[in-house]
């Protein structure tokens, strides 16, 4: 092993030392930048895939399913029945690797089938902030698809997104809700 050339590829970090001698560039990484969503529109009939669901704490006052009753885009959506057994919510998330300082767009679609207590919220949560669109759906009209989108510039490469839905007990009968095409764009 020749010492000038051996000293030339350590100096140089983050350069790796081939065995030929001879110096090369750190291996191309293959890591996207955003993870795929598995499955934004629901299309593969699994609800949200590589999605962590957080258990609601009466299990039985949510049903959720993927239906081809509503869609916005395809032929199915996720289907969010509330059951009015309690005040509950039920959440899903997701880590995402972001480029700091880069502008991203944070996008939904739903359908509220009647007007009741439920909220639906799409959060964005980094060190040093949460960024939430929190969806009082009472006040968005119903029977129709509605599209709700936010955009933020994160300041850190990773970050968590976390989709729930929330509702109150009330008098009257639960509540249904579809959801579709829940994207971040760069």
Known sequence: LN?????ACISSAPIYCQPTLACSPPPATTTPLIPP???PSFESGTLFGS???NT?????????SISTEQAHSGTRSLKLVYNNLADDFISWEHRVRFEPG?????????YHLVQHRGTLSLRVEYPGTSMPLVIQMAHQGVERWLNQKFS???????????FSYAAARGTTGGDTVWVDDVTVTK
């Open 152 to 162: 933020l510039t994160p300041s850190t490469s990773f970050g968590t997104v976390i």
């Open 102 to 110: 880069a502008r991203y767009e944070f996008s939904f679609w739903y």
């Open 51 to 53: 999605w962590t669901q």
């Open 37 to 39: 969503y598995d499955n």
């Open 3 to 7: 010492p000038l050339s051996a000293h």
């Open 56 to 64: 609601p704490t009466t299990p039985a006052n949510f049903d959720t």
